[in-house]
């Protein structure tokens, strides 16, 4: 190893053979700041002889590093299918192609081709929701939390929204439905009590000055016992016969019938449509399994106001978003073939046997990589679907439970340091941490990726 009481100038280790490749991959400049950075942190502390070839190899990395995406691929084995911090649903092949292929090329995002003239970006999407949905006419801005605070803005600036007292709900984000009100410049009116709210409630709360009447999806969380809620069709009819607009937030709202694939059921925009609702919002990455997005249907004088405000070109979607969201749209056409074709429907209703299955196959893979470093065991687990949807259902599954041998020491850090030997991985893996061992359920696992997972284990540092 080559040493030197002093290091070489800088353009001299910049001539090095190993930082000229440096710099035929990463550029001049970045490699020559690596370098003085490298240079500079020396001459700060210069009590051991300059090591030219460990320089050369922490250059390297801190290339390598800064080189690396912060947004990566991981494998998301917390169990928890619509993971809000892993970026909820993953997308459908077709829908990757049509965003590629955008990408690359102009595309008619707001040009008519058959008039030659300018058109609206929402003819990508509205067609498809008004015939998913039946309502009359359909829009889209970036989320839902969007869709909200468009609808409260555009129907109900300087009036009053009743809103059950509960439904007063707070989300992921401190997303809370009195801040969105106060920000859509709408004034909250609380109906009925915590539990229990009859439509006789939201008639004598009808004033001069209300706006309109809105209904929010309890979907992260659950009320259970002594509870009452006013029905959907009921409120609808109470609003038309005040001339008031009726909303509904459904968060997470489903395209389908859940029931069909043996999940939980979930509101449907179909559902509140046909009973009457004006204005229906719901999540475009959530249940729908597709991009972020927020959808608005419902009435079509109702939407053109919508659309009309200056905050819907603030929160429009890009080319991408809507070329991704109209090809998972298409996809609904054929619900035959939906469970195969759309990702999150496939994580969400694979088998518990198939999932135990693969567990099986690869406990002796994560058994051989740790050694008598752990002890690694199949069982029995339950997954959720996540991102507020269907709080409290719970669907059966299998993980990997890798503890710390019996009578080892630091027993009790032990899964923390395997989540992070794991988490440093070059496909990160992210598992959760439940009894004292970490757990790696495999739901979430396409067969396609057990190869690439079991190959990367090797790289597992000490633990």
Not at 32 to 59: H, M, N, V, Y
Not at 86 to 104: C, D, K, N, S, Y
Not at 158 to 172: H, K, M, P
Not at 424 to 442: K, N, Q, S, T
Request: charged share 25%.
């Amino acid at each position: 190893m080559e040493h030197a009481a002093r290091p070489p100038s800088l353009d001299k280790l910049l001539d090095s053979p190993r930082l000229r490749a440096s710099i035929d991959v990463h550029g001049r400049t970045e490699v020559t700041a690596a370098a003085r950075g490298l240079l500079d942190a020396w001459r700060a502390d210069p009590s051991k002889p300059f090591d030219i070839a460990a320089f050369e190899q922490r250059c390297d990395a801190v290339l390598a590093a800064r080189a690396t995406p912060h947004l990566r691929p991981v494998f998301n084995l917390t169990g928890t299918v619509l993971h809000t911090n892993l970026g909820r649903a993953p997308l459908p092949e077709e829908a990757i192609e049509a965003v590629a292929a955008l990408m690359r090329s102009p595309g008619n995002l707001e040009y008519d081709l058959a008039r030659g003239v300018r058109g609206e970006r929402d003819d990508a999407i509205e067609g498809l929701l008004r015939e998913l949905t039946g309502a009359p006419a359909a829009t889209a801005v970036n989320n839902n939390a969007a869709a909200v605070l468009l609808v409260l803005a555009a129907l109900a600036d300087r009036r009053e929204v009743l809103v059950s007292r509960g439904e007063l709900i707070e989300i992921g984000g401190a997303f809370r439905i009195p801040d969105i009100m106060r920000r859509a410049n709408a004034k909250l009116v609380e109906v009925g009590t915590t539990n229990r709210t009859h439509l006789r409630d939201f008639e004598a709360a009808i004033g001069p000055r209300t706006g309109l009447v809105m209904k929010v999806h309890a979907s992260n969380y659950a009320i259970e016992g002594f509870t009452a809620s006013a029905p959907l069709d009921g409120l609808a009819a109470l609003c038309r016969s005040r001339g008031l607009p009726m909303v509904e937030d459904l968060g997470s709202g489903s395209l389908v019938d859940m029931t069909r694939w043996g999940l939980p059921a979930e509101p449907t925009p179909q559902a509140s449509i046909a009973a009457g609702v004006d204005v229906v919002t719901f999540s475009g990455d959530k249940l729908l399994g597709g991009p972020q997005a927020g959808l608005i249907v419902g009435d079509k004088a109702l939407l053109a106001k919508i659309r009309k405000h200056p905050l819907k070109r603030a929160l429009r979607l890009d080319k991408m978003t809507l070329a991704a969201l109209e090809a998972v749209l298409k996809l609904y056409r054929d619900p035959d073939r939906l469970a195969e074709r759309l990702p999150a429907l496939r994580l969400l209703t694979r088998p518990q046997a198939q999932i135990q299955a693969q567990a099986e196959r690869l406990a002796p893979a994560f058994a051989r990589a740790f050694g008598d470093r752990a002890t690694v065991q199949v069982l029995a687990c339950k997954s959720q679907i996540g991102s507020g949807s269907l709080p409290v259902d719970r669907l059966p599954s299998a993980c990997l439970s890798i503890a710390a041998p019996a009578g080892a020491k630091r027993a009790g850090s032990f899964p923390d340091r395997v989540a992070a030997a794991l988490r440093a991985l070059p496909v990160p893996v992210i598992a959760r941490i439940e009894d004292g061992a970490l757990r790696l359920d495999l739901r979430c696992l396409e067969a396609r990726d057990e190869a690439a997972l079991i190959g990367q284990l090797a790289a597992l540092g000490p633990t």
